[in-house]
């Protein structure tokens, strides 16, 4: 089953549940039987979704205890939830707040850092090394590229043309069959020995190494040695997502046999890739962490993993606010962002609340709503960031409907220019417009702006939507502590914090 599917899967089972008039044991019981049919569907371990189920239906016991009036559907619905995050991130229990258990590269280390990133044949290594040098450049890197896999006749081709098209410093060998001595020079090279490479300021050198289809023996014994020769300062396994399942008896394989922390970035997560969820399950279960996936063949296709965002927005498409607020602040480190100082009020405040978390004092007006597309607009590609925000609010995820969601912020905005202030400004814009005494301000809007009425009546049901759906997300931002909200409101507001 792909991701897509065991998403919509997951959506149906609570959807049920969020139906039904009455929360007894039977729905609680069906719900947890569809949440496990939906795993097991989506090639995930069964003693993995056994867990699940288990710890979901512990949670739920203790809800009986909950005081009438407690909304126990709510309760259930972050119960699965919060158990999916930890399924897919059992170390970090859900992804929450501690520093990652492996070596982080740091901007500007002398002497550089050595990533060395290794895998079986055809998982996506070369492509990833390039994806992942290039994600380091566009945070302010200056990474390096070094080709040890001699056994692959085109890899250093591949490698070399995609180097020169990110713009990224190469070092490989025609002549030398050598994968250690290749790996030692290249390393060599960007780390001590070159003046002139040395001054250029490297302070990353990635190790691309040659893979095997079937001899892991001889696969694990090259690694071993290459690691033994350029003391790598994190190797990174890479996996193919469609192997489902069979990634778990890999990643223990590769973690019994590598010295340095065993980090994963597994690929192939697109869309239509098979196995997604079996993968990354089944590599969570071995307690290694992943910290990318590759979702498509070009340079830019690579996301930071994170399990909460993964499963909030990837999985059941419910938005996710502090990731949301990342990819704002990767937008300000690339772009300049001089234009935005002068940003008005409503604009600012937005930002304010996302970032700082005021969280319950915030209302989310409409005006917040063309605030924020506003900001969404300004940030750059759409596409990128429209994925953080609740998939109802602006149809389906998928980059083939990015126009159709540019179209539809810019109809949105259209009606919303044609609404009065209280329309704007209201706390419950839907209840406001929506009696029948009001039905004549739904017309009147929609004839100012051109638009037929549902697409008004569209638009306050969606607004309506995210606003319970931020005040939802809102405690598990409020705990998450973002260490650059600093920078943020320094660059927005020009102020020191
Ligand atoms: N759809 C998709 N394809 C990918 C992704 N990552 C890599 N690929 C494709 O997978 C194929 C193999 O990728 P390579 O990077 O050559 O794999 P490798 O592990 O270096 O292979 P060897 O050098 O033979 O060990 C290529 O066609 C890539 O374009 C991904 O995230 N999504």
Known sequence: MVLAQLGESLVGALAQMAKSTVVDDKVVVDCLNDVSRALLQADVRFETVRAVQASIGSAVVNLQSLAAGTDRRRAIKHAVVDELRRMLDPAAGGGTGKPPPFFVPRKGRKPASVVMFVGLQGSGKTTTCVKYADYHRRTGFSPALVCADTFRAGALDQLRQNAAKAGIPFYG????????????????????????????????????????????????????????????????????????????????????????????????????????????????????????????EHIADLEAFDARSFVSRRLLGMGDLPGFMDKIEDAMTTMTMAADQGQEGLEQQLLHELTTVKGASFTFTLRALYSLFRLVQRMGPLGHLVSFLPAGLLGDKGKQEEEGQQDKIKRYMTIMDSMSAAELDGADPMKLMMTKQQQSRINRVARGSGRPVSQVVELLQEHKRMAEMLSELAPAHVKRKRPNNKHIKRRLFNTSC
């Open 173 to 296: 060998s025609y002549t030398e069959s050598d994968p250690v001595r290749v790996a030692v020079e290249g390393v060599d090279r960007f780390r001590n020995a070159d003046q002139a490479a040395a001054a250029e300021g490297c302070d990353l050198i990635v190790v691309d190494t040659s893979g095997r289809h079937s001899q892991e023996a001889a696969l694990l014994e090259e690694m071993r040695q290459l690691a033994e020769a350029t003391r790598p300062d994190l190797v990174v396994l890479v996996m193919d997502a469609t192997i489902g399942q069979a990634a778990f008896d890999q990643a223990l394989a590769f973690k019994q046999s590598v010295e340095v922390g065993a980090v994963i970035v597994v690929t192939k997560m697109d869309g239509h890739a098979k196995g997604g969820g079996g993968a990354l399950s089944a590599v969570a279960a071995t307690k290694s962490p992943v910290i990318f996936i590759g979702t498509g």
